[in-house]
Structures are given as structure tokens and as C-alpha cells.
């Protein structure tokens, strides 16, 4: 077993995190003042990061990425993380399911996207359909040669920068014997598709500046040359693409954590309470010890679950481990990190407040605790017929 | 024209530093080590004057600990195209004295036969600020420091160096050595693709031995001491107030 990273693997870790501490931190005040990422400084960090060769890393050499592995991806993205996600959005890193677009699609979606010419949003959730995916009622009809799609997405991030989004609808419906079943078509639908608005969503104490958008289909006509993979294939897509996203909030929340404990460290070095800094009262210090106890088993934990896809070994249940430790232990990370600091971690003046809210969405989004928890026990369950 | 560029692996510029109980040095064990900042915009600058196509080639050079290949990769994933590693130390405590480094690259020089060496201004950790001279001084080459401004001529190099009071612009005879200040540019990230070559990059590595010299110290280091902390500033009622106590507490009007 080798736990050790190579000269590669060191150099894009240091590389991306000076990125992200010279480029992203400071700006990170005024986005969560204002809310907005202004669109010049979008503009200057993307193509920042496509002179730098990392616009879309995550995306095979063949189709102009960089073709980096899993692991060195979840590295990349681990450092990421310790940045504000409105910001880092802009380091560039495409849905890897448009790796389904056939033909000229080709053209029009997967190689702009790796070039950082047009940007994607996946949308899935429904007001009506969270983590019940096959609940959405968002739908498209055939008539004559065309797919009508209705219904409203919500939750959508980064749709507010997307030149198109990749959405998942139902387009009909099995009987089977546990009941009625959706089947699932992913369409590609531009911006500015007749029918399609993509309007503001709610104001999330989370991760300000990273919007979430609702999308609207009202009539929306689509050709068939907008589908992306297989006619009812939506599922299909969604199993061999969508793992990815997991592992990466997993990570994220490793990186973000290793930013919040350095804070929790020096402030318990330097702040004096009763004639000494109160990392020298135990129950400051016993709380240090386990949040980096719990900081490296959640990097350990996901950095595997990252070699095992580049094993080709199955690593739905690692992934979802990953992901459910590291978003939780984020939050106990932050929880504590918050009580080191009293009252002054409350106030704006310190970014302790912004990483405590930030947290929150993290075990709610790409699949709750609870699904991942349910992804575990199946997987364990399943082979006993239980 | 080809570039040399010495680079130094120190302790990096954002570590709290320590000093060793026995004030024999600063602690540096798990330490975070990085390529010395000045070093780093040298390198910045060949990569430039290569991109110009004013130089040809850039070679980086470190001496001291087996290490400091890291420093060298660095290096290269910036855009150097080789780099020599002088393995002359087996403890990461151990720091090679300016003399010696110089006597070094000075040999280095010979082999390589470069136009121009650009290096640091001075490493952050000992602050010596003497190799680049040292080097001048042995190979009888012009020398121009603390440079803000560098631009190849011909036979020679327009200097802009930030001296007291402004700045002075020098014209030093090719070849020559110029050391870096830190306004001359600011360094580059290294890219994707330039980490992924930096493995396929040649890295010789030779020890002090091979090029006949002994770097042995010849300083000692008498004690390392923390900067003393300082005191509260107090709040003044008046200018007068403040003048009478700069003049008869401070005394420094």
C-alpha cells in the first residue's frame, strides 16, 4: 500500500490551493456581501484557469481535458473546496455526463463546455421530487416529430451562468409489480429555447453567491437531436455519470474542513482566557484532537473511494460512506470550530459564521445523509434477500 | 543565449517559525518547505526571456538536500526545461554557506557555459544576500542586483535596481549576474500540462565531489533567538504631546 501522493499529484495540490488562496479568498468578503459574483471577475478567473490548463481537467485528453484519473481529480477538487463555491464554479469543471453526447452534439455541447465556451447546469430536483427522483412530474410528450416538455426544476445550481442544461424529465410510465414506475428521458436544452425560462430561486443561508435557480417549461418543443443518451435511458445516464458528484462534495468537505481547523488551531494558540491560551485547556484541546482525527479518516476515506473507480472496482458504497462521513464530519468541524471561537465566531467579522452556514447544505445536497445511509444498508442488505 | 537559475528550497515564506530550544537554528522538522520566493521570480523571469526567444534554454540548479528535488520539479513544471541537483547535505538543518554555493555554481557555470545567471536577490531564511556577488566576484562577471527590471540588448543587460531612495538603472556587460528584487514580476502557477512533463524533464543529480569543491562551513552559528515581542503603543493626547515624547523617550528627533 502506498499512501503517499506522486510529484504530479504533490505539484496540483499545491498548485491548485495557491490558486485558490491568491484567486478565490480575496474575493470571497464581497461575494457574501453582495451575493453576486461580478461578471468581469468570472470572466478573469476562467480564463485564468483555461491558460492554466485546468478548465475541465476532469474530462479525457481526446476530447481536449486534461484527462486527469479520479484520484488526482478528487485532489484537485479537495482543494477547491476550501474556497466559496459562487467563485470556484468558475474554475470550470463541466458535467462528465455530457461524455454521453453522440454525434454532432458533440459539437454543439461536450467540446465547448471543455473549452469553457459554454456553461452547463444539471437540473433534476423538483419542487415535488427531492430525493424521490422517480416522483418528478416535469414530463415530455411526443408530438409529431418533437418531445413538448412541462414542469418546473428547482434547486439548480449554476443554471444563472448556464449557456444550457442538461435536464431529466419522465417521458412515461412502467407497470410493474411494486407499482406504477417512471421511466426517465435527459434532454439538452439551450438557453433561450422557446418555452424554457430560467428565472431566481430562494435565498439559501448556504453558500451565498452560488445560486439556485428554478427552471420553467411551458411548451417547450424540443427536437430529438436533444436527447442526450437513450429514449427512457435517463436512468442509465444518471447511474453511469452521476457518482461523480457525490465524491465530490465528499472532498469538498475535506478541504473545506482542513481551512476551518487551521482556523480553530491558531485561534486556540492565541487566544488567552484565565492567563493562557485556551488550547491548554483540555476541553479545548481533546476537541482539536478529534476534529483532525475525524478530518484525515474522512480524506482517507474518500481519496479510496476515488482509487477504487480508478481500479475499475464497484465503489457505490465507498462513495456514498465518503460522502456521508465527510459532509458530517464538516459540520461537527464547523460546530466546534465555532464554539472555540464564543461569540466572536457568530459575528460577521470572522469567516467562522460563513463555513458553519456553509456546511449545513452539505449533507442535504447530492443525496441527503439519509439516501447514502439507505445506499450503505442496501448494499449490505441486498445479497442477504433482506 | 542559455539561462542559468540557482533555486533554493526554504522554509516556506507562510510558516510560522520557530526556534529550536538549544538556539542552535529553526525548527524544521514537518515544516512546509517551498522554493524561495526571490528564487522563484528569477525562474519567472528566464521562462520569459525564453518566451521573448531571448534565451534558449533554462537550466535550474539547487544545492542541499536531496529534497530540494522537489524544488527543482517546481521548477520545471514552471517551464524550465532541465534542471542539476547538488546533493550536499543529508540533514535538513544543514545550510550550505554562501561561499560554498557560489564556488558551486561558479563550477556549474563552467560546464554549463550559460549568458546570464538570474537568481534570488537573497534566500528568506538565512537572508545572506551574498551568493549572487560571491559568484560575480569568482567568475569576474558584471554583476547587477536588486534588479526590478531586466532587458537583454546584445552584448548587454539593462539593469533597473532598486537602490535608497529610487531607483538606478544600470548597463552591465553579457554575460553577467543579475539578482532579482521582488517587483520585477510576479511568478506564474505552473500548468497542468507543464506539471505532467515535469517528471520527463531531465534532473542530473551530483554531489559537491564532482566538481572538486568542499563545503564544509566556515561560519558558526554563536545563537538563534526569537525577534522580541513588542509593546503596546499608548495613545497620545496632542501633537505636542506626541513631539515631547519622541524627543525626550524615543529620542529620535
Not at chain 1, 479568498?25 to 476562467?46: C, Q
Not at chain 1, 493562557?276 to 483532525?292: E, N, Y
Amino acid at each position: 500500500m502506498n499512501f503517499g501522493l506522486s510529484d504530479e499529484q504533490e505539484m496540483i495540490v499545491s498548485t491548485v490551493r495557491s490558486f485558490v488562496e491568491n484567486e478565490i479568498y480575496p474575493h470571497e468578503a464581497e461575494v457574501e456581501r453582495t451575493g453576486e459574483v461580478p461578471p468581469e471577475l468570472a470572466d478573469r478567473l476562467k480564463q485564468k484557469v483555461i491558460e492554466l490548463g485546468f478548465y475541465a481537467c476532469n474530462f479525457p485528453e481526446d476530447v481536449g481535458g486534461a484527462g486527469l484519473g479520479h484520484v488526482d481529480f478528487t485532489l484537485v477538487e479537495r482543494e477547491l473546496g476550501r474556497g466559496s463555491m459562487a467563485l470556484t464554479h468558475f474554475f470550470g469543471r463541466p458535467q462528465n455526463i455530457l461524455m454521453a453526447c453522440e454525434g454532432e452534439q458533440r459539437e454543439r455541447y461536450l467540446l465547448p463546455a471543455v473549452r469553457g465556451e459554454r456553461m452547463d447546469a444539471l437540473a433534476m430536483t423538483e419542487p415535488g421530487a427531492g430525493s424521490d427522483v422517480r416522483g418528478m412530474t416535469c414530463s415530455a410528450v411526443r408530438d409529431g416529430g418533437d418531445w413538448v416538455l412541462n414542469g418546473t426544476k428547482h434547486f439548480i445550481s449554476g443554471a444563472n451562468h448556464a449557456d444550457f442544461v442538461i435536464v431529466f424529465v419522465a417521458t412515461g410510465e412502467d407497470q410493474t409489480p411494486r407499482g406504477p414506475k417512471k421511466r426517465i428521458t435527459t434532454f439538452l436544452v439551450d438557453r433561450g429555447t422557446p418555452g424554457f425560462t430560467i428565472r431566481d430561486g430562494y435565498r439559501s443561508v448556504s453558500h451565498r453567491g452560488y445560486k439556485n435557480m428554478i427552471l420553467e417549461f411551458d411548451d417547450c418543443r424540443l427536437p430529438d437531436a436533444q436527447v442526450l443518451g437513450e429514449v427512457d435511458g435517463g436512468f442509465a445516464v444518471m447511474n453511469d455519470w452521476l457518482y461523480a458528484t457525490r465524491i465530490t462534495v465528499a472532498t469538498n468537505s475535506v478541504g473545506r474542513a482542513r481551512r476551518v481547523f487551521d482556523y480553530a488551531l491558531n485561534y486556540a494558540a492565541e487566544r488567552k482566557q484565565f492567563g493562557q491560551p485556551i488550547g491548554r485547556f483540555q476541553g479545548v484541546s481533546f476537541q482539536l484532537a478529534d476534529m483532525i482525527t475525524e478530518i484525515d479518516a474522512a480524506d482517507y476515506l474518500t481519496l479510496a473511494a476515488a482509487w477504487r473507480l480508478d481500479q475499475g472496482l464497484p465503489a457505490n458504497r465507498e462513495i456514498a460512506s465518503a460522502k456521508l462521513y465527510a459532509t458530517e464530519m464538516l459540520a461537527r468541524v464547523t460546530d466546534a470550530t465555532l464554539q472555540i471561537y464564543g461569540g466572536m465566531g457568530l459575528m460577521d467579522d470572522f469567516p467562522i459564521e460563513r463555513f458553519w452556514r456553509d456546511a449545513r447544505v452539505e449533507r442535504i445536497w447530492d443525496g441527503t445523509s439519509e439516501i447514502q445511509r439507505h445506499i450503505i444498508s442496501r448494499d449490505l442488505l441486498r445479497p442477504l434477500g433482506a | 543565449m542559455k539561462v542559468l537559475v540557482p533555486v533554493k528550497r526554504v522554509i516556506d515564506y507562510n510558516v510560522k517559525v520557530r526556534v529550536k530550544a538549544d538556539g542552535s537554528g529553526v525548527d524544521l522538522a514537518n515544516v512546509k518547505m517551498s522554493m524561495n520566493p526571490f528564487d522563484e521570480i528569477a525562474v519567472e523571469e528566464a521562462i520569459r526571456l525564453k518566451e521573448e526567444g531571448v534565451a534558449s534554454e533554462v537550466v535550474a540548479v539547487s544545492i542541499g538536500v536531496k529534497q530540494a528535488q522537489e524544488t527543482l520539479r517546481t521548477a520545471l513544471a514552471m517551464g524550465a526545461d532541465r534542471a542539476i541537483l547538488i546533493v550536499a547535505a543529508d540533514d535538513v538543518h544543514t545550510d550550505i554557506e554562501p561561499l560554498a554555493v557560489a564556488k558551486l555554481l561558479a563550477a556549474v557555470v563552467k560546464e554549463e557555459e550559460p549568458g546570464l545567471v538570474l537568481a534570488g536577490k537573497q534566500a528568506i531564511d538565512n537572508d545572506m544576500n551574498a551568493t549572487g556577488q560571491m559568484l560575480s566576484a569568482l567568475l569576474g562577471w558584471s554583476q547587477a542586483t536588486f534588479a526590478s527590471e531586466v532587458t537583454i540588448e546584445g552584448d548587454h543587460a539593462l539593469v533597473t535596481r532598486e537602490v535608497d531612495g529610487g531607483l538606478q538603472t544600470i548597463k552591465a556587460k553579457m554575460p553577467c549576474i543579475v539578482t532579482v528584487d521582488l517587483r520585477l514580476n510576479e511568478p506564474r502557477y505552473a500548468s497542468l500540462p507543464n506539471i505532467m512533463k515535469a517528471k520527463k524533464k531531465p534532473l542530473d543529480e551530483k554531489t559537491p565531489d564532482d566538481y572538486g569543491v568542499d563545503v564544509s562551513p566556515r561560519l558558526s552559528i554563536v545563537k538563534t533567538a526569537e525577534p522580541p515581542t513588542r509593546k503596546a503603543g499608548v495613545k497620545v493626547g496632542s501633537v505636542d504631546e506626541l513631539i515631547t515624547k519622541l524627543k525626550d523617550e524615543a529620542g529620535v528627533i
